[in-house]
């Protein structure tokens, strides 16, 4: 295992309701990054991370908000959740973004937005 | 944005048969990845190439980054049940996001 942990695993809620999604990792890597998965879409970037406090958007940044606080932990915020943000979210994590330095993935977070 | 084409979409096969799957790019990577994504869980890393022309294997599986760098193959020899899963690829150029293809399904049946 990649020492990554999401928590939490499965979450129902209602649209307008904020949610936050918890990715830890103990691998002391620099590069976090959230994705989303969908049928047909493979996986989509949504926001990285590459230091504490230092975050950038992916291409499907909108409506998604990043913290990184501690190395160990990034949160990612859906302030007001709409039905198009039901999906599978990733987190990842990387030493760094250069060559021999592949990401490795959690299990997942389930969300479903009715 | 950006996605890989990667085929074929999804594979029924014979246990013991080999399987090939590929992904193409119009854009040239110096890095491709393969992964394999069983039911519930995230996507684990199965091989990393990282020059053009590299043939990699890790057990039964066989990938090679293609000469031109816009392609990049995976072969799974001799199937067996638990090589059931979804597999994927993905592209990176330098120190670029990693751009992903849509992932093969693969299905044996015993």
């Known amino acids: 295992d990649a020492g990554i942990t999401q928590s939490p695993r499965h979450k129902v809620t209602e649209t307008g309701t904020p949610v936050t999604l918890r990715c830890h990792q103990t691998?002391?890597?620099?590069?976090m990054y959230w994705y989303r998965q969908d049928p047909g879409h493979g996986l989509r970037l949504i926001h990285y991370?590459?230091?504490?406090?230092?975050?950038d958007k992916g291409e499907v940044s909108d409506g998604y908000s990043v913290s990184r606080s501690k190395t160990e932990d990034f949160l990612l915020t859906l302030e007001s959740a709409t039905s198009s943000q039901t999906s599978v979210y990733f987190c990842?994590?990387?030493?760094?973004?250069?060559?021999?330095?592949?990401?490795?993935f959690g299990d997942g977070t389930r969300l479903s937005i009715l | 944005g950006q996605q890989l084409n990667q085929s074929p979409q999804s594979m029924f096969i014979q246990e013991g048969e080999d399987v090939s799957m590929n992904c193409t790019s119009s854009s040239i990577f110096n890095t491709w990845l393969w992964y394999k994504q069983d039911p519930g869980e995230g996507p684990v890393l199965l091989i990393a190439?990282?020059?053009?022309?590299e043939l990699t294997s890790n057990g039964r599986l066989t990938a090679q980054f293609g000469i031109t760098r816009k392609d990049s193959f995976l072969n799974i020899s001799a199937s067996i049940p638990s090589d059931v899963g979804i597999y994927f690829c993905a592209g990176q150029r330098n120190t670029d996001k990693l751009i992903f293809g849509t992932g093969t399904r693969l299905q044996v049946f015993p």
């Open positions: 190439l990282y020059k053009a022309g």
């Open positions: 691998e002391n890597h620099r590069y």
């Open positions: 991370s590459y230091g504490v406090k230092d975050t």
């Open positions: 990842a994590i990387s030493e760094s973004r250069g060559k021999d330095q592949p990401q490795h």
